[in-house]
């Protein structure tokens, strides 16, 4: 009855003439035989996938380092790649008035498991901004701020982005040369197309900042600008104060608009307040501002996803146009935010007596990687280890910008077993006092053999 | 040409004082399905009734947490896992999430070529599949029944995959309009990809029969069409969770490579906390971790990774047999529940002799009852009445609790009872 197909007879070639067969032969398929379809070229026996074309991704450069460090069975390995907080023992760490507050959540029987508005837990949102604002913010105040709960930093950025490709007049981001790998990625599928601008300087370790001038100063009035609030990643580079207002005067005398990614609050001085200066400086002159935040590293709150995208604007009026408008961004994305991270974040922050408990803890965290800065920078000195560490110190955050070439990098992995990504970017958590000596040892082998 | 350069500099200097640059957005429309709660809550009326979103209320009309899920959150309560989902768990939630779809004794699983990534929840799953039909089929296009659910249209709007509908729902039988449907499904272009439910359609509540998805699938198979089945009431449906697969069964049967999204928001009742899956079948074992790496490269580019919290309660109560076999006791009670007031809605019209024929109530399937309701008599039912639904006339029965049925079913009878077409009706 069926000619060959001019396929070998597999056994998923015989199912599929099988299932043919049930179906011409059935007494009471509805269909009329005679419209059964002879087997052309394009019609379905070939029962290829769809999607066999589809070649596998690339590896994700920075989760890799993590996935060739777990390959690794040196007892030595040190990693060094993704910036999550480790402990002394090179533990993740639960902070513990997370643990409270996730406590209070279960032992509380009235929650329920609803969804949350589209633009997430209001309680949240209002939270969040005064945390990155300042509680005493005029735009808070004034009502210019709309908040939205969104999924940790990634998610605040896609959500801004796609919003600022579908209403906003430029569709160009300039982001500082470096930035974190992803920036890109999330900025080009939302529809923004990138540029880049001066930021890191390889010769001093330091701020390009006549560079990162002169490029905001050449770029299209009104184009938008990422800017790392505080503890730039990968580089640990950040403008002083100074520097930061002049920064805001020129964005400001061209109209450029500034989107903050707000990663490390708390993190990189240790001061909530302090790490959240560059954000407020810009809002307190009264014009806009968009600022992603994330609960991530400074919660601990990493697989949760909790973060928030605050847009500040001129008026009451467009802020609240701007939020409907933000929510037809999210609805066909994911509907609605995910209610356990903001539960945990609201419950903290709402209370005196947690949100003490945490800025102690956040500190002890920041006060740990500082120690470990310090620590490495004595080893180097001590080794006599040929060049300028002090960017060591300097540089602020959870990640340190060695200078170390691609190659070192590759020698450090080989031969001491330490991963970190391939800029020389490593992460300033994954170090203990015990692992210190080691990865000063790796540095110092790797700076005086490896050119 | 230089008017114009100064005129574009003038404009936008003035812009910029003025910081008009978002002077051009106007407000959204409001979500049709989310826009009804909003009015809902603004109602002071102790009679209101929302019978807007989708989500499982108790015969108190209370939202419910399943005790699967409470003793699977005290399990978990104060674990390790906040930084991410370790792959154990990661690949332990897709095993159990695909083994309820495709069956625990189907090909596709024990063969390993199941392609599968958790997502958020099910709005998640078809977002992530649409970006990746639109990477890797960049001109083809969706067929979205008609009707849908209404963000079924935004999500590969936003991914810009362009849409097309196909024949679905009859408003004359107020069931299936199936040879027009079949048509559609002929008249395509060969390759086409289509959005299927594989139950408990949302709004109508109007399933195929076995029958009838067996003569879709054979159509699909001639047409070598792209199955891609939104499934976001498995156990809603028939309270039964292979029961309600039995349409993607079907499809494999034939040896179909289908897509799947899967929600744990309804029949898990974890709304809030946006747990789903989304699967692609893949022709070998060889091409699964090709197309893992590309959904987990778009979905890493929207939000990194999906929360922790949700994937972890799924995981337990999935792998743990008393925990899941108390979780589909509950899912029963649930449907169970919903059945139950289908009947006594009917009941209750009938019994009104309401001059309508309501036999869909109790014929359609799932959560939603089409009502057949005009925009006007939901106005009405709003104003009047308290009562509030979706202008599509889409009812949740998950709000009709044994307290405001007879509300209701007097609601809709006075609505209605003056109704033209009920004077046709009645002379027919």
Not at chain 1, 5 to 19: E, F, I, K, Q
Not at chain 1, 269 to 291: I, K
Request: a neutral charge; hydrophobic letters at 35%; glycine letters at 8%.
């Amino acid at each position: 009855m069926r000619p060959e197909l001019g396929h070998g007879s597999s056994s998923a070639t015989d199912r599929r003439l099988n299932a043919l067969l049930r179906h011409l032969s059935s007494s009471s398929s509805p269909m009329d035989s005679r419209d059964s379809i002879s087997a052309s070229p394009t019609s379905g026996f070939q029962n290829d996938s769809v999607f066999s074309h589809v070649v596998r991704g690339p590896e994700d450069p920075i989760l890799g380092v993590t996935v060739a460090y777990n390959k690794d069975p040196s007892p030595n390995k040190l990693n060094l790649g993704v910036g999550a907080y480790r402990t002394e023992e090179g533990k993740p760490l639960v902070l513990n008035v997370v643990r409270k507050a996730e406590q209070l959540l279960v032992n509380d029987r009235s929650r329920i498991k609803e969804y949350l508005p589209i633009v997430g837990l209001a309680e949240f949102n209002k939270l969040s901004a005064k945390l990155i604002f300042g509680a005493d913010s005029p735009a808070i105040r004034e009502n210019r701020i709309t908040t939205v709960q969104c999924l940790s930093g990634t998610g605040s950025l896609r959500v801004g982005a796609e919003f600022l490709a579908k209403h906003y007049h430029q569709r160009t981001i300039y982001i500082p040369l470096p930035t974190w790998g992803n920036h890109t990625k999330v900025f080009n599928l939302a529809g923004l197309s990138v540029k880049s601008y001066r930021y890191y300087d390889p010769a001093t370790r330091g701020l390009n900042f006549q560079g990162l001038l002169e490029d905001l100063g050449s770029a299209p009035s009104g184009a938008i600008v990422l800017l790392h609030a505080c503890a730039h990643n990968p580089t640990g580079v950040d403008p002083t104060l100074d520097q930061w207002e002049r920064i805001r005067q020129l964005m400001r005398s061209k109209g450029l608009l500034p989107f903050f990614d707000s990663a490390y609050q708390g993190f990189a001085s240790g001061s909530l307040d302090a790490d959240a200066q560059s954000v407020r400086m810009f809002v307190a002159d009264g014009g806009e501002c968009l600022a992603a935040q994330s609960y991530a590293k400074n919660m601990g709150l990493y697989g949760e996803r909790v973060g928030a995208l605050s847009i500040v604007c001129k008026t009451a009026d467009v802020a609240s146009r701007v939020e409907s408008q933000l929510k037809l961004v999210i609805r066909p994305m994911y509907s609605n935010p995910p209610i356990h991270g903001a539960s945990i974040v609201a419950t903290i922050l709402r209370d005196r007596n947690l949100y003490n408990e945490w800025t102690i803890e956040l500190k002890a965290m920041a006060d740990r990687i500082i120690s470990m800065r310090h620590q490495l920078s004595d080893a180097l000195r001590a080794r006599s280890t040929p060049g300028d560490w002090s960017h060591i110190i300097k540089q602020i955050g959870m990640f340190t910008f060695t200078g170390l070439n691609s190659k070192q990098v590759a020698f450090m992995t080989k031969e001491y077993h330490i991963y970190m990504t391939s800029d020389g970017r490593i992460s300033m958590a994954g170090l203990s006092s015990k692992t210190v000596p080691h990865l000063a040892d790796a540095i110092h082998a790797a700076v005086s053999r490896v050119v | 040409m230089w008017r114009y350069m100064m005129r574009r500099y003038s404009s936008s200097t003035s812009a910029r004082k003025l910081g008009l640059w978002w002077d051009r957005v106007g407000p959204a429309m409001k979500d049709p399905i989310t826009g009804v709660t909003e009015s809902f809550l603004a109602d002071s009326s102790p009679n209101k009734i929302n019978l807007g979103v989708g989500a499982y209320r108790d015969d108190e009309g209370k939202p419910v947490v399943l005790r699967c899920v409470r003793e699977a959150e005290a399990r978990i309560a104060g674990s390790e896992f906040l930084e991410s989902v370790s792959a154990a768990v990661s690949s332990k939630f897709v095993e159990e999430s695909v083994k309820l779809v495709y069956g625990n004794d189907s090909d596709v699983v024990k063969e390993g070529r199941v392609a599968g990534v958790q997502a958020l929840s099910g709005t998640g799953a078809c977002r992530l599949f649409a970006e990746f039909q639109r990477h890797f089929h960049p001109d083809s296009r969706i067929y979205l029944p008609d009707p849908t659910w209404s963000n079924h249209h935004n999500i590969w709007k936003d991914a810009q995959v362009p849409e097309r509908t196909f024949h679905y729902y009859d408003h004359d039988s107020k069931g299936l309009n199936f040879s027009a449907l079949i048509d559609d499904v002929k008249n395509a272009q060969d390759g086409s990809f289509f959005l299927l439910h594989p139950c408990a359609h949302n709004p109508t509540g109007v399933d195929p029969t076995e029958e009838q998805w067996r003569e879709i699938s054979y159509q699909f198979k001639v047409k070598n069409h792209f199955p891609f089945f939104d499934m976001a009431y498995q156990g809603f449906a028939s309270g039964n969770l292979d029961k309600d697969a039995r349409a993607i069964r079907i499809f494999l049967e034939d040896d179909h490579l289908v897509g799947c999204a899967q929600s744990f928001a309804k029949n898990m009742g974890l709304y809030g906390h946006r747990v789903g899956c989304l699967s692609v079948l893949c022709a070998d074992s060889n091409q699964v971790g090709s197309i893992r790496s590309q959904l987990q490269r778009i979905a890493r580019a929207m939000y990194s990774s999906p929360p922790v919290h949700g994937v972890l309660l799924v995981s337990t109560i999935l792998s743990d047999p008393y925990l899941k076999s108390l979780w589909i006791e509950e899912l029963k009670t649930m449907a169970n529940r919903i059945r139950g007031m289908r009947t006594t809605l009917q009941d209750s019209l009938e019994r009104l002799d309401s001059p309508l024929n309501w036999d869909h109530i109790t014929n359609q399937v799932g959560m939603f009852c089409f009502s057949g309701l005009t925009p006007d008599q939901i106005d009405r039912l709003a104003r009047e009445f308290h009562i509030y639904m979706t202008r599509d006339g889409r009812i949740s029965m998950a709000g009709v609790t044994t307290g405001n049925v007879s509300y209701l079913a007097n609601a809709i009878h006075e609505t209605t009872r003056s109704d033209q077409e009920a004077k046709i009706l009645c002379n027919a």
